[in-house]
């Protein structure tokens, strides 16, 4: 049987403001990293669609993104830049389930990372027995490096 929390649907489908932090909208979703769940505040990208650009499928710069938090404070995640605007970047990443998330985020929280943070990240996150597979002959210089960034 599937629960489904009817206030959280009205409110993502009203699409108000939150109160308490203006520009972000009530619209909320939730993930978890590293076994913990976070949720976070979709921004709103301030910005018309004509003005968004995109970076070419495939070649998505990879990127350190501190994301809102509903209750307050922010969560840096890996993740990489799809799209932007004047002022926000769309980032997506991945969660401990691998699922995907998408959020447009204030261009000032992103940064570019390295391929070789990237690449200890990826190490870092993924089950132990299946390193190989997924790092193949990229595997980190330094696998011993333990990253973990929150704010």
């Known amino acids: 049987m599937v629960k489904i929390d009817v206030e959280a649907v009205g409110r993502m489908l ?3 403001k939150h109160k308490d932090r203006p520009g972000y909208h009530l619209v909320m979703a939730s993930f ?3 076994g913990e769940t976070f949720e976070y505040l979709k921004p709103d990208p301030g910005h018309q669609a004509e003005e968004t650009k995109s970076w070419e499928y495939g070649n998505y710069p990879k990127v350190l993104a501190s994301l809102p938090l ?3 404070g922010t969560v840096s995640v ?3 830049a ?3 605007n004047p002022s926000h970047i769309l980032v997506s990443w991945a969660d401990d389930g691998r699922h995907s998330h998408w959020a447009w985020i204030p261009a000032g929280n992103v940064e570019r990372v390295t391929d070789s943070d990237w690449d200890i990240e990826e190490y870092r996150r993924s ?4 390193r ?4 193949g002959n990229r595997l980190p ?4 490096h333990e990253r973990i960034v929150r704010d």
């Open 14 to 16: 009203a699409g108000g």
């Open 32 to 34: 978890t990293l590293d």
């Open 70 to 72: 509903a209750a307050g």
């Open 78 to 80: 890996y993740a990489v």
């Open 82 to 84: 799809e799209r932007w």
């Open 127 to 130: 089950p132990e027995h299946l």
């Open 132 to 135: 190989g597979i997924r790092g």
């Open 141 to 144: 210089d330094s696998c011993h």
